[in-house]
């Protein structure tokens, strides 16, 4: 059958070419072994067992749980968002040196045998609970090898698309959809600290400490300086009552309201003159006490006025930073990079897909998409060098991930034959010196 199959792939327009497949030996994902020499410098998966329980029991468990965790991660990171897609990559070469011996040797785990790792195993509540915590180490081993004097925390929420049954769904009027409405908190490095799926009808801030808390409190036992960045759904007193006694610098955008127009009515008046072309923008900051809060408050306001525009653009930021408005409103604007990373997520990752019935379930499959996400992040942001340093996770994906690749076994050892297309050799070396001098890196 093969032989004869192989025979009828001729092609018309040239009769010198023809095709065979050996999927046996051909990857399109040798890219992937990149990630596992960064995840062994950096000892990221091997750490599982130190926050995750294997219930499984017996004498017919053929894959171990940090096998399994890097087939859920790794499949993820390369763009295979649904366990469906196991039953091939079971036989990949890529998937299976990346996975570890038993599985080069045999073949990584079917559908099956994952899917009920992620909806039996996982689901657990010591479980979804250590599968943050081993986030949080994943966070910390990239953050210690990198430089810094302070970390910006971003906390956002965004939504995830639902067109089932799926429990927790609920209509967002805001988006216009049926969804889950899942919170964020990133670093200014893009890592993702921390994420909590939540139903899709709850406000934007909702749980918000239960995702900030673990955070800051890992970090100040470090003695690390911390700043937070938020939009307006964060500006609530229990907020500013929480970040102040730990000694957080925050910026807050602040919705706007009568009383705080009225404070820099002296800034709405209409220039004199036709506008440049070049916006005019004046900044102004002012004690505010609205009747929620028990006591003033430092408020940073931006106007704008825009060349074509009759009303001008006026923001407000609620702040305990001493800096200059114009340096406060520059700082605030930084956060707009965690709605890119979001994106990234979205749309390289696919971290939307969350088809499973049960909530639970889809708060694995949520915390699965953050580590390979982070996964990702980490190589981009620490291993890169100067010619791709600026690739999104998405070109990583399309020009490194998916890089052709050959595997040719011999008697002592297994040789990968990669294809040189987006990735040269020379880049490639670059990436695994790179790798190899952060292992020796402390942490």
């Known amino acids: 059958m093969g032989e004869k199959f192989q025979e009828a792939l001729k092609l018309q327009f040239d009769k010198r070419l023809r095709l065979e497949f050996h999927g046996a030996k051909i990857t399109s994902d040798a890219g992937l072994l990149v990630f596992r020499e960064l995840d ?7 750490k599982a067992p130190n926050y995750l329980r294997d219930s499984r029991g017996g004498r017919n468990v053929q894959h171990e749980l940090v096998p399994l965790l890097r087939q859920s991660v790794y499949s993820r990171l390369a763009g295979y968002e649904d366990t469906n897609d196991a039953e091939k990559l079971a036989r990949d070469p890529a998937m ?8 080069l040797e045999k073949q990584a785990a079917s559908t099956n045998t994952l899917s009920r790792f992620e909806t039996e195993v996982l689901v657990s509540n010591e479980n979804l609970r250590g ?14 090898r990198t430089r810094h004097q302070r970390i910006i925390l971003d906390m956002d929420s965004s939504e995830s698309p639902l067109y089932g049954g799926q429990e927790g769904a609920a209509y967002n009027g805001h988006f216009g959809c049926m969804c889950y409405h899942p919170l964020f908190c990133f670093n200014q490095f893009g890592d993702c600290e921390g994420a909590m799926l939540r139903p899709g009808n709850v406000h934007s801030a909702e749980r918000w400490r239960e995702v900030l808390e673990p955070i800051v409190e890992r970090y100040q036992k470090r003695g690390r300086r911390l700043l937070f960045r938020a939009d307006a759904a964060f500006a609530r007193p229990e907020v500013y009552e929480y970040l102040e006694p730990r000694d957080l610098g925050y910026a807050i955008r602040l919705p706007a309201n009568d009383l705080l127009q009225e404070r820099i009515k002296h800034l709405l008046k209409r220039p004199v003159g036709r506008p440049p072309q070049k916006p005019i923008v004046q900044y102004h900051d002012f004690q505010y006490q609205a009747k929620s809060w028990d006591h003033p408050r430092r408020v940073v ?11 001008p653009r006026v923001g407000f930021i609620v702040t305990n930073l001493s800096a200059k408005p114009k340096d406060v ?14 994106k990234e997520g979205k749309y390289a990752l696919n971290w939307t897909r969350l088809s499973c019935h049960r909530f639970v379930a ?22 890169l060098p100067k010619p791709i340093k600026d690739w999104s996770l998405r070109s ?9 690749g050959r595997m040719v076994r011999h008697a002592r050892r297994i040789i990968f034959q990669l294809s040189e297309v987006a990735i040269s050799r020379e880049i490639f070396a670059a990436l695994l010196g790179r790798i190899a001098r952060l292992s020796l890196a402390p942490g």
Do not use: P, S
Not at 301 to 311: C, D, P, S, T
């Open 40 to 46: 062994e410098a950096l000892g990221l998966t091997e």
């Open 96 to 103: 299976q040196a990346v996975v570890g011996r038993r599985a």
């Open 131 to 144: 599968l943050r915590q081993l986030n949080a180490g994943w966070a910390d081993q990239a953050v210690v």
């Open 301 to 311: 306001a931006k106007v704008e006025w825009h060349q074509g525009e009759l009303f």
């Open 329 to 342: 409103v520059r700082f605030y604007n930084g956060r707009g990079t965690a709605e890119q990373w979001i």
């Open 362 to 383: 889809n708060q694995v499959r949520l915390q699965l998409f953050i580590l390979a996400y982070n996964l990702g992040n980490f190589l981009r942001r620490l291993v």
């Open 396 to 404: 990583l994906q399309v020009k490194l991930i998916k890089m052709g």
